[in-house]
């Protein structure tokens, strides 16, 4: 049984449209799809199947919420990273849910279905080279 | 260099710990995975180079917590070809 997730949900504003999203890749549609089983496994919310992945927001202009921050710390391991946007996500119908700690959240599906994976990589969009991945930084 | 991780994770993945998480039975061989033991996670395109933190029995399953290490894991490599030798 998984667990409830809405106790990890944070009261936070919903950022505004232009802001940025990271996530670690690359993806593709097969790893969406394990990762969101993966997460489905875990959680629920309010008692519902969860399905979803777990993306970083650029909440902050400087700090540790910062995009800049964001790729080179929490993306330091990743060469690959997906850069998208709230409008993006919102416009490929995914839905944001502030949980865990700031600034990450979890992109949701409405299900599983390949139509719901395909959206989700979408609004993810191609992936780009991170500036701040650990061998880039050595130089 | 092909890589094959000791447990699939998305390493974007982090639950009220703090740390990434990932489901026991991921591994390919689970007997290796224990608190203290360094092991790779991700998958073959974003490998990581992980120390495991605990594991812990949750009703879905045991997850398994793991600290991301400093450093990419070509440098691991390099540091075993560097110092250990066949004597």
Same mark, same amino acid.
């Not at chain 1, 199947?49 to 902050?60: E, H, I, P, Y």
């Not at chain 2, 061989?29 to 949750?58: F, L, Q």
């Given at each position: 049984?998984?667990?409830?997730?809405?106790?990890?949900?944070?009261?936070?504003?919903?950022?505004?449209?232009?802001?940025?999203?990271?996530?670690?890749?690359?993806?593709?549609?097969?790893?969406?799809?394990?990762?969101?089983?993966?997460?489905?496994?875990?959680? #629920? %919310?309010?008692?519902?199947?969860?399905?979803?992945?777990?993306?970083?927001?650029?909440?902050?202009? @400087?700090? +540790?919420? *910062? $995009?800049?921050?964001?790729?080179?710390?929490?993306?330091?391991?990743?060469?690959?990273?997906?850069?998208?946007?709230?409008?993006?996500?919102?416009?490929?119908?995914?839905? #944001? %849910?502030?949980?865990?700690?700031?600034?990450?959240?979890?992109?949701?599906?409405?299900?599983?279905? @390949?139509? +719901?994976? *395909? $959206?989700?990589?979408?609004?993810?969009?191609?992936?780009?080279?991170?500036?701040?991945?650990?061998?880039?930084?050595?130089? | 260099?092909?890589?094959?991780?000791?447990?699939?994770?998305?390493?974007?993945?982090?639950?009220?710990?703090?740390?990434?998480?990932?489901?026991?039975?991921?591994?390919?061989?689970?007997?290796?995975?224990?608190?203290?033991?360094?092991?790779?996670?991700?998958?073959?395109?974003?490998?990581?180079?992980?120390?495991?933190?605990?594991?812990?029995?949750?009703?879905?399953?045991?997850?398994?917590?793991?600290?991301?290490?400093?450093?990419?894991?070509?440098?691991?490599?390099?540091?075993?070809?560097?110092?250990?030798?066949?004597?």
């Amino acid at each position: 049984m998984p667990d409830e997730i809405r106790s990890h949900v944070r009261d936070e504003v919903l950022p505004d449209d232009a802001t940025v999203i990271v996530r670690g890749g690359p993806d593709s549609l097969e790893k969406l799809a394990q990762h969101a089983a993966r997460t489905n496994r875990a959680f #629920l %919310l309010d008692g519902h199947q969860l399905w979803g992945v777990s993306v970083f927001l650029a909440l902050d202009d @400087a700090g +540790s919420a *910062s $995009a800049e921050r964001i790729l080179a710390d929490r993306m330091r391991t990743y060469r690959i990273v997906h850069l998208t946007n709230v409008a993006q996500v919102r416009a490929s119908g995914i839905g #944001l %849910l502030p949980t865990f700690a700031r600034p990450r959240y979890t992109l949701l599906m409405r299900d599983a279905s @390949a139509r +719901s994976i *395909s $959206a989700l990589a979408v609004a993810l969009g191609p992936g780009s080279t991170n500036p701040y991945h650990v061998a880039k930084r050595r130089g | 260099m092909t890589i094959i991780v000791d447990i699939a994770a998305d390493l974007n993945d982090e639950d009220e710990t703090g740390f990434v998480w990932t489901f026991l039975d991921e591994a390919r061989d689970p007997s290796v995975v224990v608190p203290g033991a360094i092991i790779v996670a991700g998958d073959a395109d974003a490998p990581a180079v992980v120390e495991v933190v605990d594991i812990v029995s949750k009703s879905a399953g045991q997850v398994v917590h793991l600290r991301i290490l400093p450093g990419d894991i070509e440098d691991y490599a390099a540091l075993v070809r560097r110092t250990l030798s066949a004597s």
